[in-house]
């Protein structure tokens, strides 16, 4: 790996063409990625993709005009300093934020290797090359932001912004609130049956955290297992496992914390309180992410709660 000092000009150069290359691929790939869910934002890529194609053209015009036609393959890979980038195919499903994000970050690191290649440059065309690219990199930003206001109208900030949201529902909320309901209404049998069956604290902590861990084991595979997203667009299956497997276990492990209070009596009324709160958060959930309606969403979850609840006290007190 060699370091950025010790490249000669032309080296600098063919870096230069080697890093706008990669740029414009991953602008374009960045289009692509969002076209479908956000068109307009896609649009915005492809300006900033072909910003970066015009950059590559004059560098490479300039590179011939005085080095010649042979332009050698200089990798940023190959120099020490440059920052680690996670290849596009690895972040799919693009989010919009990550994409931006991105972005900015490299616009940022462009304009400080520009910067730092005018300092080594001593031919008065590539330096004045150089200079324009760092005022281009400068006002880049400027460039997406005066894109965005061209391609993302009112109507359609509107839209990306309500398409954005079902992708949030599709990827997190929904996996999240199929394991929180699973993990705070199926454990309630288990929990409460060794409570009322015990009347020992310790015994019911112990069940309801085996309950806990093993529902959102199996909860988390499941959910992996049940699609890959790829049709679905409900996003990669192991992050959905995991989001449903972790709120799975967070789920059951809400009432059966209060069970390691030595004094059964107390124990037993923290872990109702503890049930009723969260009966009551994944009413709301539904509320706000499902457009279920608030009575009739905390009816039904209720209603199941009561239900596994009468179940366990029965199954304990027998």
């Keep these: 790996m060699r370091t950025f000092d010790g490249l000669s000009e032309s080296e600098i150069l063919a870096l230069a063409i080697s890093l706008e290359e990669e740029d414009e691929r991953i602008y374009s790939d960045y289009a692509e990625g969002l076209r479908g869910d956000f068109p307009a934002s896609a649009a915005v890529f492809d300006g900033m993709r072909d910003e970066e194609s015009g950059h590559r053209r004059r560098l490479i015009d300039l590179y011939r005009q005085k080095f010649g036609e042979h332009i050698p393959l200089i990798r940023r890979q190959d120099i020490k300093g440059f920052i680690a980038r996670k290849p596009v195919w690895l972040m799919r499903p693009l989010g919009l934020d990550v994409v931006r994000k991105q972005a900015g970050m490299m616009e940022v690191e462009s304009r400080r290797f520009y910067e730092r290649a005018a300092e080594r440059a001593y031919d008065a065309g590539v330096r004045q090359l150089l200079d324009d690219l760092i005022q281009e990199e400068r006002v880049h930003q400027q460039k997406a932001e005066a894109l965005e206001e061209d391609k993302l109208k009112p109507e359609i900030r509107l839209d990306e912004d309500e398409a954005k949201r079902r992708i949030f529902v599709l990827q997190i909320v929904q ?37 806990s861990i093993g529902a959102g084991i199996s909860m988390g595979f499941a959910e992996a297992l049940s699609d890959d997203g790829s049709i679905t667009g409900r996003g990669h299956p192991w992050v959905r496992g995991g989001i449903c497997g972790l709120m799975t276990t967070l789920g059951g492990i809400g009432h059966t914390l209060p069970f390691l209070v030595p004094q059964f009596n107390m124990a037993m009324t923290a872990a109702m309180l503890v049930v009723a709160v969260e009966l009551a958060v994944i009413s709301w959930i539904r509320h706000k992410y499902m457009d279920s309606p608030l009575f009739s969403a905390a009816v039904q979850v209720g209603l199941g709660g009561l239900l596994v609840f009468g179940a366990g006290v029965l199954i304990g007190s027998s």
């Design 175 to 211: 996996p999240g609130l199929a394991g929180l309901m699973d993990g705070s209404v199926s454990t309630l049998a288990p929990v409460f049956a060794a409570a009322f069956a015990t009347h020992n604290s310790w015994d019911a902590f112990r069940v309801g955290l085996a309950a």
